[in-house]
């Protein structure tokens, strides 16, 4: 079976928010790598995952699917999850699957930081 | 300082390897063809849908038939998939593939029956597809809201095919059809489809099925659905057609001369 083609970096940034830099593919093969970055960037006290997609380099429908699965985890532990760095046609995909109604984007990791810093 | 734009070689070596498979257009439907006997209801205008955007509990569900014994790659069973994707769907229900075949954006009609007789007038969108898989998303009214992802793969030393739905229920009243036995049926449906393709390959084979409950909870945010819920409305559409023959007949009446 093939490879994951994806490394997955965790960064807490504070008890209450974690990053996940995500860097290359994000496709079905990337669900246990995605959900073992998930696992470590959650603790009790995380309320906010926050996802870098700044090194995104391919995603297909099946990873689209993941994201949908990790956010339904994320949400029955009452945290929300955000995203930066997406490219203009991450953007168009997040839109055209409906996903940005329900993860919020931000431009950059200030912005993204500020927000969980006013909340 | 100006910066040149860059050469288009350039400028397509520098896009994502993803950028040619997913639809080009927003997630709003437009039939751009509907072929004759197709019944054209629901679609137009629709919006597209994630599971996000569903009632019910959400599911992931898996279908795989493994082809032993055909010696094929999963690009060759993707590529027969999208050329004869209605041939290997149970009878009575339609799908009319656009002129265009399944590729991204372009927008499928199906007429499905249902219990009872019912007859169910929607469509998908085709979300992605790539030489090795394919989604179809759902429009509002559709019975699902989510996508469904066909694939093909090599997995120790045989290639499988796969069609994986992740969608939740669109409305309550799909929701109590589904648990009345919809669910059954549409893994019945799936599992005919995968069977088929597999004896088109010249396989007999056993269809793996694997449910996953993702989300238990019900959206009850989302229970207005039921405005657009296609099976009602194709309901209403077929009991008015009476109506709307005579309506057609009193306005073509000729005038009468004195």
């Known amino acids: 079976m093939p490879q994951a083609n994806v490394v997955m970096n965790v960064r807490k940034i504070s008890n209450t928010v974690s990053i996940i830099d995500i860097k290359g593919d994000i496709s079905a093969f990337a669900e246990d790598t995605l959900m073992e970055a998930y696992a470590e960037a959650s603790t009790p006290t995380t309320r906010t995952i926050i996802l870098n997609f700044g090194e995104l380099e391919y995603m297909n429908s099946s990873g689209i699917g993941l994201l949908v699965t990790l956010l339904i985890r994320a949400n029955r532990q009452k945290q929300r999850l955000l995203a930066f760095g997406l490219s203009e046609h991450y953007k168009h995909i997040f839109e055209l699957t409906r996903l940005n109604e329900a993860i919020g984007i931000y431009d950059s990791e200030e912005d993204v930081l500020a927000l969980t810093q006013k909340s | ?79 027969t998939w999208k050329e004869n994707f209605p041939k290997f769907w149970p009878k009575g229900n339609r799908f009319y593939a656009p002129l265009t075949g399944i590729a991204p954006g372009e927008v499928a009609l199906l007429n499905l029956s249902m219990a009872g007789g019912m007859a169910l007038s929607t469509g998908v969108l085709v979300l992605y597809a790539d030489d090795e898989s394919f989604t179809l998303m759902t ?99 077929r009991v008015n057609t009476p109506v709307r023959w005579v309506g057609r007949a009193l306005r073509r009446k000729p005038e009468t001369k004195n």
Not at chain 2, 17 to 30: E, I, M
């Open chain 2, 1 to 79: 300082m100006t910066t040149s734009p860059l050469p288009p070689d350039e400028e397509q070596a520098s896009q994502p390897r993803d950028v040619a498979y997913w639809a080009k257009q927003g997630s709003t439907f437009k039939v751009s063809y509907a072929p004759s006997g197709a019944l054209n209801l629901n679609v137009d205008g629709r919006q597209g849908l994630s599971p996000l955007q569903g009632f019910g509990q959400m599911w992931q569900k898996t279908y795989r038939i493994r082809l032993e014994g055909a010696n094929i790659q999963p690009t060759e069973v993707i590529k």
């Open chain 2, 139 to 237: 429009p509002q009214g559709h019975i699902f809201a989510g996508w469904i992802t066909f694939s093909s793969y090599e997995e120790d030393g045989s290639t499988v095919a796969q069609a994986q739905v992740l969608i939740r229920a669109n409305d309550p009243v799909y929701e109590i059809s589904f648990r009345l036995g919809g669910a059954k049926k549409e893994d019945t449906f799936w599992q005919y489809t995968l069977t088929a393709l597999a004896e088109y390959f010249g396989v007999e084979a056993q269809v793996q099925t694997q449910r996953i409950c993702v989300d238990p909870k019900l959206q009850w945010s989302q229970a207005k659905n039921i405005w657009h819920n296609s099976a009602i409305r194709t309901t209403l559409y």
